[in-house]
């Protein structure tokens, strides 16, 4: 614990706000309910410490250098880890953070979850084309009831719904609310997840036609993995991914009253195994021993496919101009073939196939979300990558 603050003085109602989220986002479980996808397991192998990161300079935003190191400490990152072929390279953990611990991800489960309707597809068990409703039937009537789960995946339902990370009393709170991620209060009453995403309505687009970045999306396809495969979500995480990629720490995801798991922003893992996801997406869903976990197909498709149109029409086009958005992942669009996963507060997978450089970075950035960090944070990112090209 810090000396700034006390474990007393974080509540439910403050436990995402900073600076508590140093403790926080790295005990979860002490806050809102979860579900077990991993005990601790085997001892990582030792680090390489930040040497490569404190000797690497990149270029700030305005021209002046500025190495890696530094770049880590100002955007408040609590643990990063550089792999290639499998093996730390670098490594750098902040003086409050703790490697062992699994961290929140924030929306980097999107990138899980989207994996695991890729793994369950290829098991026969879920179609990326059918409505949604025919695994949800409660759906109907609401936003998705004729929506495809491919529009989940690619985050393009027509959804009446803002992402706003500050709101106290309107759809987002009520949103929280229902994860068991805010407190209820006198006059608010409580629902489960799925009570709540039945009730959301449309804007009057099209289906399809739009990038529209939208976390129930992913939680609605959080139950429509758990409906098609009838395994919840943690354990078919587990034995499906993070036991065959060969996973070593500790990790979990937060659940609802009625234990419906937070597929769009609940999952806590830690920084390396974080990075073991990357490498093997890296890999095209092969481990170093040659076991297919994720469907090559199901890879292929999120480099090959992905609606052009829709990202740049969509809300976050500035984000990559030159992106695309496919099965929860998100295409670079820097002509490396990189791709990212994505989470509030800071968190960043970032795979770099010319270089063979995966970065994971978990962080307790002050801000949910801000433009201005997120841009910088792809500078460094990118140039962090092609600098290990050449050592």
């Keep these: 614990m810090t000396e700034a603050f006390q474990r007393t003085d974080i509540t439910l109602a403050n436990w995402r706000l900073s600076p508590f989220s140093r403790y926080s986002f790295e005990h979860v479980a002490e806050f809102v309910p979860t579900a077990d996808v991993s005990a601790r397991g085997e001892r990582e192998a030792p680090s390489p410490g ?13 021209g002046s250098p500025i190495t890696a190191l530094a770049h880590m400490r100002r955007s408040h990152t609590d643990h990063a880890v550089v792999m290639r072929d499998g093996a730390v390279i670098a490594e750098w ?3 409050h953070a703790n490697a ?16 695991l309707a890729g793994i369950a597809a290829d098991e026969g068990l879920l179609d990326a084309d059918a409505p949604v409703t025919s695994y949800v039937p409660s759906m109907r009537g609401s936003a998705y009831g004729d929506a495809r789960v491919r529009d ?30 805010n407190p209820e209060r006198s006059e608010t009453h409580p629902e489960t997840m799925e009570g709540f995403l039945a009730t959301l309505g449309r804007r009057g687009e099209p ?27 943690h354990r078919y995480l587990a034995e499906r991914l993070w036991t065959p990629m060969g996973a070593r720490g500790a990790a979990c ?25 990357g490498q093997l997406v890296l890999d095209g869903g092969r481990t170093v021993d040659g076991h297919q976990v994720i469907p090559r197909a199901w890879i292929d498709d999120m480099h090959r496919n992905g609606n052009r149109q829709a990202w740049i029409v969509g809300n976050f086009a500035d984000v990559f101009a030159d992106g695309r958005y496919r099965s929860c992942w998100y295409d670079v669009g820097d002509g490396r073939g990189s791709f990212a996963a994505i989470g509030i507060h800071g968190q960043w997978l970032w795979d770099d ?27 460094m990112l990118a140039q962090i990558a092609k600098a290990f090209e050449t050592l």
Aim: glycine share 6%; net charge negative.
């Design 50 to 62: 930040p040497a490569a990161l404190a000797e690497m300079m990149l270029e700030d935003t305005d």
């Design 100 to 115: 062992s611990r699994p961290h929140v991800i924030f929306s980097i489960s999107k990138s899980l979850t989207g994996i």
């Design 152 to 181: 989940l995946l690619d985050m393009t339902v027509d959804l009446d719904f803002d992402e706003e990370y500050l709101d106290n009393g309107g759809a987002f709170d009520r949103y929280r609310r229902a994860m068991l991620w």
């Design 253 to 277: 995801v937060t659940v609802d009253r009625v234990g419906t798991a937070r597929a769009a922003g609940g999952v806590c893992v830690t920084t390396r195994d974080l990075a073991r996801l």
């Design 353 to 379: 196939p010319q270089s063979r450089v995966v970065i994971a970075k978990t962080a307790s950035r002050p801000d949910a979300s801000n433009d201005d960090a997120t841009a910088l944070e792809i500078r």
């Design 207 to 233: 289906h399809g036609s739009r990038f529209y970045y939208a976390s129930p999306n992913t939680d609605l396809l959080g139950l429509v993995i758990e409906r098609a495969t009838g395994i919840r979500y």
């Design 93 to 95: 953990l902040a003086d």
